[in-house]
């Protein structure tokens, strides 16, 4: 009874632990602006973390992809969730706020839940339907604001996070599609290293590395960026992943924005609108409907599962 509360307690634990190292990305990348151009962070951050993935799946001996399907599957991946991801929330870091950025960047499971019913067939329920039109709604009101404010910075930074979470939630789907045909190490690895590949283009075409002022703080700053941000939160949650079940874990998802948001006011004095904060709290109401769903949903098959299996006997 004790070790199984303790590891219950150990899996939260470290849930909200990955929760607050993802909300701190945004606040890491404003961090690092001062000392260079958002696109050579965005290389350098993908490659660092990329290689220390595949120098771990190295280590441990894990198999290397050889399907020609498999790898095209990883550079469709690293362009939409590193290519693109990277490009709209480096670029965004600019003209967002980090809390309010961190909130429209968790609106990707909405639209990975859009997608996956469109390109998977699967099944939407009308809780999932209104979850995902509440995000978008919550992203409206937010826009909005920005436009009769003619705060056009405010309003390029959302539509860059958009799309950035929009190639987020693609790399989602082609995920699950590669699902069990390719070692997860060398999969996130690989395609964090193959989405550096523009990266390094689109930074080298602007000059961006003649104005990289490289010192002990920009070191810091990146690295953190590259092994807090990214390569180490997605460790722990491949080891959450196989302490307990994901319905459980979805749960946790909903402290990202909380927590991107309180790093906001509290470091960087983030000021929101009271239309700016309805949209939020309705982005956070979509989010927490479409894990909640997610949650019951899980419970019912295994329900069903589980008096088809008792009927058999």
Same mark, same amino acid.
């Given at each position: 009874?004790?070790?199984a509360n303790a590891l219950t307690k150990k899996v939260a634990l470290t849930s909200i632990l990955v929760m607050l190292l993802w909300a701190m990305c945004y606040p890491l990348i404003i961090l690092s602006l001062p000392f260079s151009e958002p696109m050579l962070t965005a290389?350098?951050?993908?490659?660092? @973390?990329?290689?220390?993935?595949?120098?771990?799946?190295?280590?441990?001996?894990?198999?290397?992809?050889?399907?020609?399907?498999?790898?095209?599957?990883?550079?469709?991946?690293?362009?939409?969730?590193?290519?693109?991801?990277?490009?709209?929330?480096?670029? $965004?870091?600019?003209?967002?706020?980090?809390?309010?950025?961190?909130?429209?960047?968790?609106?990707?499971?909405?639209?990975? *839940?859009?997608?996956?019913? !469109?390109?998977?067939?699967?099944? #939407?329920?009308?809780?999932? =339907?209104?979850?995902?039109?509440?995000? &978008?709604?919550?992203?409206?009101?937010?826009?909005?604001?920005?436009?009769?404010?003619?705060?056009?910075?405010?309003?390029?930074?959302?539509?860059?996070?958009?799309? @950035? @979470?929009?190639?987020?939630?693609?790399?989602?789907?082609?995920?699950?599609?590669?699902?069990?045909?390719?070692?997860?190490? +060398?999969?996130? *690895?690989?395609?964090?290293? $193959?989405?550096?590949?523009?990266?390094?283009?689109?930074?080298?075409?602007?000059?961006?590395?003649?104005?990289?002022?490289?010192?002990?703080? +920009?070191?810091?700053?990146? &690295?953190?960026?590259?092994?807090?941000?990214? $390569?180490?939160?997605?460790?722990?949650?491949?080891?959450?992943? @196989?302490?307990?079940? #994901?319905?459980?874990?979805?749960? &946790?998802? &909903?402290?990202?924005?909380?927590?991107?948001?309180? =790093?906001? =006011?509290? !470091?960087?004095?983030?000021? #929101?609108?009271?239309?700016?904060?309805? *949209?939020?709290?309705?982005?956070?109401?979509?989010? +927490?409907?479409?894990?909640?769903?997610?949650?019951?949903?899980?419970? $019912?098959?295994?329900?069903?599962?589980?008096?088809?299996?008792?009927?058999?006997?």
């Open positions: 009874m004790n070790s290389f350098f951050r993908a490659a660092i @973390a990329g290689l220390l993935l595949v120098t771990i799946a190295f280590v441990l001996r894990r198999p290397f992809p050889k399907s020609w399907s498999v790898w095209l599957s990883i550079i469709a991946i690293g362009f939409t969730a590193t290519s693109v991801g990277f490009w709209g929330m480096f670029y $965004a870091a600019e003209l967002v706020s980090p809390g309010l950025a961190t909130v429209l960047t968790n609106t990707q499971p909405l639209i990975a *839940g859009f997608l996956g019913w !469109y390109f998977l067939r699967e099944h #939407l329920n009308r809780i999932s =339907i209104l979850s995902i039109l509440l995000g &978008f709604f919550g992203i409206a009101i937010i826009s909005a604001t920005s436009f009769a404010a003619e705060n056009t910075s405010l309003a390029k930074g959302v539509l860059y996070i958009t799309i @950035a @979470a929009f190639g987020i939630a693609v790399s989602n789907i082609l995920l699950k599609k590669l699902a069990n045909k390719v070692d997860i190490f +060398y999969a996130m *690895g690989l395609q964090l290293i $193959a989405g550096a590949i523009p990266l390094s283009f689109l930074s080298y075409s602007q000059n961006e590395f003649q104005t990289l002022q490289w010192n002990i703080q +920009y070191t810091l700053v990146l &690295f953190s960026l590259a092994i807090f941000g990214t $390569a180490l939160p997605f460790i722990l949650w491949f080891w959450l992943m @196989a302490k307990a079940p #994901l319905y459980k874990l979805n749960i &946790f998802s &909903f402290l990202t924005p909380v927590f991107g948001l309180t =790093i906001g =006011i509290i !470091y960087f004095s983030e000021f #929101l609108s009271i239309l700016q904060w309805l *949209g939020v709290f309705i982005i956070g109401v979509a989010i +927490y409907l479409v894990t909640n769903t997610e949650n019951s949903t899980t419970i $019912a098959l295994k329900k069903s599962n589980i008096d088809k299996a008792g009927r058999q006997i």
